[in-house]
């Protein structure tokens, strides 16, 4: 497993070994020493997830402020724009993001910690979207941030409308959302 660093240190992309010949392919998604390692410290996985969207769907960006969740996630049909924002006050990069592109032809991985808003837009037709999460899901304690926030300035790799969700479309700006300390 290949470990890519971000501009965020805390948050990490994994580059599987595929395995492929005329028959398909194969690789090891997850191998708990080898993550634990990367990311210097054990964390259980407690709740699989798994979405599908349609292009220009964009959902985020997610996280609950009790019951904080690290998320593991993965793309195994299309292609999605991940992205991560430190809501960490006290961190030196708190109000900065990270994105990565994550498909079913490159198999990589995005480890978003817990104190990180998530956040994802479908750039293929369709995309099916696998996360690990660290905890349960609390809806009592979910929050959202807007995903065009000018403070934060994500650069999205599409000029399209994106199709949000009813919850998604009054999300708070990262000024007025509740915050990690």
Known sequence: M??????IPEVLVFEPKVFGDDRGFFFESFNANQFDAAVGQHY???????????KN???GLHYQIEQAQGKLVRVTQGEVFDVAVDIRQSSP?????????LSAENKRQMWIPPGFAHGFLV???????????TDFYAPQFECSIRWDDADIGIEWPSDAKPVLSAKDSV???LRDARKFL
Do not use: C, M, P
């Open 2 to 7: 290949n470990v890519i660093q971000t501009r």
């Open 57 to 59: 769907v964009l959902r």
């Open 44 to 54: 259980d996985f407690v709740q699989d997830n798994h979405s599908r969207s349609a």
């Open 93 to 101: 990069t708190f109000g900065q993001w990270v994105g990565e592109l």
């Open 171 to 173: 999300a708070s700006s």
């Open 123 to 133: 750039l293929s037709d369709h995309a099916e979207f696998l996360y690990k999460t």
